[in-house]
């Protein structure tokens, strides 16, 4: 598989994030390059506070660096304002956050449709709950389902807005090792299906297993960066 | 529907206790600015209807016996559209059964059938027939109090002769919508009453043929009705005008202008201070609501939901509460309003008086809690909508708490770790906690304020009436009464002691201000009429100069020592410079006092009296009421006991009904904020609270967590709401504070005490209403899940 050929999604030039803590300056990104192209399955690994919820947040325009620059495609979303950031979002981010962020007062169904609501070309509501298995759950509110079903809700929320990009952060963080790979198969379903651009951190090497690339940030710097050759189901990872 | 909009109503669901409190709270101050403000709409409707139909008049003077000659004169003066002269006398009815005094106010009406101005409306019965002898038209709340109807017949003693008139009509006019008799403060039903006569008849009885003595204008415009009293008293002076006032000096008229103005001001401060509760318990729910919904909002956020739309959702969240408070509020305040007018229809007698609803007021009601609630809670909804996303997503780090000062200076170890958190809890957000303080002592402070009228019209009657003014009986003659009259009335069988008092009209000015008031000449070292300062003192009547009360000094800006020019409306008319000698204290009316010697010389005249203060033998009193009674000098005999019998009565029946609901809405305000601020040092606390409960502490000691800050918020509210609600009352002193009456800022211990009971038992009951919740919580749901 050739890069080349693909149109690049995202592409970071310098992209520097610094946190002001009183005194102290924190570094969370120091100057990363990098392009991420369509339908790419990327892992970011990472020791824990090198960076990766930084970068992903800036990709997905939660966040914004403090210096260099983020494109989407064509978009600079570095000088882009908080308007058009929120439009770049509602249109072609999904997100699946480690603590799952369901609405407690809303079933599994209406916490995918709150969404879908406001997406541009969502798929039904229940065809994303297909996805994740949870059909039957459908009006089950948070606090009934576990952690697992309550991530793949999470991930069926996401990616019933088809998104062009799903940003991952630890979505199997607090998880078992079968509810992980139950998860983690969802979200290679959607890249694999619906050709989602998508990127997962994880603390979990043996996921990089499944991805396409795998980026390694240390200290707020890119590491290394691995192609994989023989991608693995997830079934098959070893944990 | 919007899935945020189900959000929106399963939140509310959720929060359903606290909006209900919250809303409860709107609600209470809407319906009474909604009652006052429609009952203000509906008096002032009837009363400009009642004075444009019966043409009440601008102009009214009250003269000696004046020509009618004098008539054509008046209709001269220039912006008079319309005279009418009349007589008028105030006189004793013997009314069977009743041991006390009733003064009856004979008006006269024209051949032609109805007066000119100040026409009577007819109620029941009809009008009287001019061309006979005996009728008369009685006044509607005199007659219902006796039970008077047409065709009944009342003695009254005209001109010293017992005469029988038969009712025929049962009437009001514009110009006794209250009856209140000269010197009151409070209508007295029974005692006073308005008939209406013909003009033979009384000008027969009282030989005043082609003469009248009360005399009443109506103007063009309003606009000149300072120059008009001027005029009418250059004319009127030769006949012993004692000076045209206007409808301001009217009382009836200024009785429903205190009472619109009263309206008003409860229109103004229910409002203020509900409102206000209510903009703060919005505001610390909705900054939990929104503290706790941290990492939901991100989610939304994240998925591109607006800042608008996160921004409308929480404010949507506070109107829905704040609509369904208002509306409830307003159909609370058209029924509160509709049973107020309906409780004004026994005391302003109007020939329609019905219940108009304000819709303007209905709109400001919506503007109002809209401002209110949005002003309340913006930057709560503010941080909201600024929240950054990407930093809500992580877990709220966990607060920083300190020893507090107080720890630090009691030895370790005399407080258990649930009290050190307790401690620590308020002592880590003193702002909050200062709020919530307030808004307990809020509640203290409506309790006071709605139950301190009481005490003032308690201290104002025990002043008055037992301190002031302590003979049995008060008479006023007719006439001057010369000292041979009085040594009668003084050896009266079981008169004990008694002294005199000459009093003549006046009108006082000081630089540009004047008032027309009644100089009394007191003697100088009376026992039973005496005067007083504002520390109870009795105050030395001063051989020279005068004495004004402080409401009258006030008005003219007279301090002690100044001159002031006194020109006497009676008689001879000798215009006197005088020196403020003293000023008394007195809680109605306007008046002045000096020795009755000097008045004497200053009117060249001996010693007559217009009427005696007597002590009297308490088994005797009635015979030596209808002894007085019988004679024909005698004006007005007042029994002091039954006055403030009917007073106390009259005040009780009012601020009864107007205590109930203060209590109702001060318990409102309570158990609003106490529960809020339960609730959320609940929601706060849980996930500590149950990992507590999970490490073995007991329900009780968790419940002191918990309780233990509610208890100590309630503790150091009552103090500051006792504060407040003395300033609170203050200001409402200030606001009531009327010619004819003041309020005196006199709160009881006892309504501190109730304020502060009834404070305590709203936190109680909230206290036990949370303190369920903690024997019920989730402690596997709370650990399992952040936040
Ligand atoms: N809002 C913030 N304020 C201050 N420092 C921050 C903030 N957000 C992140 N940091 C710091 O930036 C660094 C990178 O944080 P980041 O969350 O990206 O790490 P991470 O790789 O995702 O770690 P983990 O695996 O623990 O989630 C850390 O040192 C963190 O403390
Ligand atoms: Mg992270």
Known sequence: MSSATKTTVFRTVDLTKTYQMGEVEVRALRGVNLELVESEFVVLLGASGSGKSTLLNILGGLDTPTSGQVFYLDTDLTASDDRELTRYRRDHVGFVFQFYNLIPSLTARENIELITEIAVSPIDAMDALEIVGLRERANHFPAQLSGGEQQRVAIA??????????????????????????????????????????????????????????????????????????????????? | MLKLDRKLLRDLVHLRGQAAAIGLVIAAGVATFVMSMCAYKSLEAARARFYSEYLFADVFSSTGRSPNAIIPRLKEITGVAAVDTRLVYDVLLDVPGMSEPATARLISIPDSGQSRLNQVYIARGRMLDPLRTGEVVVSEVFADAHGFVPGDHVRAIINGKIQELSIVGIALSPEYVIQVQPGSILPDDKRFGIFWVSENDLEAAFDMAGAFNSASLRLAYGNQVEETVEVLDRLLKPFGSVGAYTRDEQISHQYLSDELTQLRGMAVLAPAIFLGVAAFLLNIAISRIITQQREQIAALKAFGYSNFEIGAHYFNLVLVITMIGTVVGILVGFVLGDSMVGAYAAFYKFPSLDFTPDWFAVAIAFLMTTVASVVGTFFAVRSAVLLPPAEAMRPEPPPSYQPSLIERLLPRKTLSPEVRMVVRNITRRPVKASFSVLGISMAVAVMILGNFSLDAMNYMMYFQFRLAQRQDL???????????????VQNLDGVLASETIRSVPTRIRFQNRSRRVGVMGVEPDAKLFRLLDADENPVRVPDFGIMLNTKLAKLL??????????????DKRPTLTMKVAALVEEYSGINAYMNKNRLHEALLESKVA?????????????????????????????????????????????????????????????????????????????????????????????????????????????????????????????????????????????TFVLASLVVIAATVMSAWVVQRRVTELDLIGVLKTRE
């Open chain 1, 157 to 239: 929320r996401a990616i019933a807005k088809n998104p062009q990009v799903l940003l991952c952060d630890e979505p199997t963080g607090a998880l078992d090792v079968h509810t992980g790979i139950v998860v983690l198969e969802a979200i290679a379903r959607i890249n694999r299906e619906l050709g989602t651009t998508t990127a997962v951190i994880t603390h979990n090497a043996s996921i990089a297993q499944m991805a396409d690339r795998v980026i390694a940030l240390s200290d707020g710097q890119i590491a290394s960066v691995e192609m994989n050759v023989s991608k693995v189901n997830a079934s098959e990872l070893q944990w």
């Open chain 2, 557 to 570: 800006g007279v301090r002690i020592g100044d001159l002031v020019i006194v020109e006497v409306l009676e």
């Open chain 2, 610 to 750: 217009s009427g005696a203060f007597l002590k009297v033998d308490p088994n005797r009193i009635d015979t030596v009421f209808a002894e007085l009674e019988r004679r024909p000098g005698v004006g007005s005999v007042s029994i002091k006991d039954a006055a403030m019998k009917s007073f106390e009565k009259t005040v009780a029946e009012n601020l009864m009904v107007m205590r109930s609901f203060i209590i109702v809405f001060a318990g409102v305000i309570a158990i609003g904020v106490v529960y809020n601020t339960a609730r959320i040092s609940l929601s706060e606390r849980s996930r500590d609270l149950a990992t507590m409960r999970v490490v073995g502490f007991t329900n009780g000691e968790v419940s002191i967590v918990l309780l233990g800050e509610i208890a100590a918020f309630t503790i150091a509210a009552i103090p500051l709401g006792w504060l407040i609600g003395y300033v609170l009352a203050g200001a409402v002193t200030a606001g009531l504070d009327t010619d004819n009456y003041r309020i005196p800022l006199v709160i009881a211990r006892g």
């Open chain 2, 474 to 488: 008060s008479v006023t003659f007719v006439e001057p009464a010369t000292e041979s009259v009085m040594y009668e």
